[in-house]
């Protein structure tokens, strides 16, 4: 707050450490039952021990102090999902935890409690619900004993399927450790999600051409979509000082910016996003309208549209299209700027403008497929014709914002 001319900060408060002691969200507010399948977002911890260079969640929790990752009780947890089956209608849970599975064997043993309450509290067969984790926290037995309780969906944090694009990026990780991740999530039958940024501050052609390989080799198989942006500096963030300190920062603290090192990086991303900007981060693009459908196709609740596996088949032979089309038109837009000096891709824009073309007319054709398929699945189930868990509304970016990205560590 401003005191006189001067800016004012008050100390910030210590961290709540008994996350119990809290009140419960207010929901009086919400209206759950409208919707064809009711869904609540909730909290079993706050916090993260993981330094990833380009995440703010760590700083934001250690200015105030305390523990890096604080749990409520398992108890507590169930207790809350219970009430709001009950009393509210929601059948589909989406844990916010920045990290549902941080802290190793601590963090496990948590989960499997709650995956115990979760039983003891009747609602193993009535619920479903969500989280989001790192791709070496994906362990089978654990991740067997909360799917016996309910999980359906599983978001990773991946964010690079490049070595030297994951040490940049502190992620403390290997490629082979994410591909080992999504074959324990297929051994299960789970549909997963995963954040990805093709390119870093600190990218090199090379490194953008190894994150498309590994996009193939993760999810060529259509089993869940390549959506990739890039890395942003968020505020606060360990890569946003060392860009500061490099005098590579621009832009605006609302919209911070950078050049790559390699200046053909710079035109290729120029490129990239004009071309996926709808696919990636619209609500009508073609990665949004399939991850709600690859959700609904593995989705388990009694009585809700329940897909037949041939139709389960078919939603990942889509996906699998949509990420095929787009791989191969980035592989052609690397090599274009590999052998293209940039002074000479500014110039002369036809060829890119031509990949451009190509697969946008692609794109639009498999949205069309893939919405006709969507809404057949829902008749012949007797279920409007709309995505199941809040996907229509889960895109949150102000319509002049360039580019969006919600990475998780």
Not at 30 to 44: K, M, V
Not at 116 to 128: N, Q, V, W
Not at 217 to 246: H, I, M
Not at 284 to 310: D, N, Q, T, W
């Amino acid at each position: 707050y401003r005191r006189g001319a001067d800016i004012a900060a008050n100390p910030l408060r210590p961290a709540i450490d008994d996350l119990d002691s809290l009140p419960e969200p207010e929901r009086a507010d919400i209206d759950y039952r409208s919707r064809d399948l009711a869904t609540a977002s909730l909290l079993g911890s706050r916090g993260c021990p993981w330094n990833c260079s380009f995440c703010s969640i760590r700083p934001f929790y250690e200015a105030q102090g305390g523990r890096l990752r604080r749990l409520r009780t398992p108890r507590a947890v169930a207790e809350e999902m219970q009430r709001v089956h009950v009393e509210r209608g929601a059948r589909i849970f989406l844990f916010q935890d920045d990290d549902f599975l941080a802290t190793g064997a601590r963090a496990r043993d948590w989960a499997s409690n709650l995956a115990d309450e979760i039983l003891r509290a009747g609602l193993g067969d009535r619920i479903a619900f969500k989280i989001s984790c790192r791709s070496d926290e994906v362990r089978a037995p654990i991740v067997e004993q909360l799917v016996a309780a309910g999980l359906t969906h599983v978001y990773m944090g991946v964010e690079s399927g490049d070595a030297d694009g994951l040490r940049h990026m502190n992620k403390m990780l290997k490629p082979a450790q994410h591909l080992a991740a999504g074959d324990v999530l297929r051994a299960v039958n789970l549909s997963f999600d995963f954040g990805f940024m093709l390119l870093e501050p600190y990218s090199t052609l090379e490194g953008a051409r190894a994150n498309v390989e590994f996009l193939d080799a993760f999810v060529g198989d259509g089993w869940s979509v390549a959506n990739f942006c890039r890395t942003l500096p968020y505020a606060g963030t360990p890569l946003k000082a060392q860009l500061e300190a490099e005098g590579r920062l621009k832009g605006t603290p609302f919209e911070p910016d950078y050049d790559f090192l390699d200046p053909r990086l710079d035109r290729f991303y120029d490129w990239m996003l004009a071309t996926f900007r709808q696919r990636n981060f619209s609500n009508a693009g073609l990665c949004h309208i399939l991850r709600a459908l690859v959700f609904e196709a593995h989705l388990k609740l009694p009585g809700y549209c329940s897909f037949a596996a041939l139709d389960r088949a078919y939603t990942h032979t889509l996906t699998a299209r949509c990420n095929g089309y787009a791989l191969n038109t980035l592989r052609s837009a690397l090599d274009y700027c590999a052998r293209t000096p940039p002074e000479r891709i500014e110039i002369d824009r036809g060829y890119l403008a031509d990949l451009t073309a190509h697969e946008l007319a692609e794109e639009r054709k498999l949205t069309a497929q893939v919405l006709a398929f969507f809404v057949s699945v829902r008749q012949r189930s007797g279920r409007a014709s709309e995505f199941a868990a809040s996907f229509e509304n889960s895109w949150t970016a102000a319509p002049r914002d360039i580019e969006s990205a919600v990475p998780i560590n």
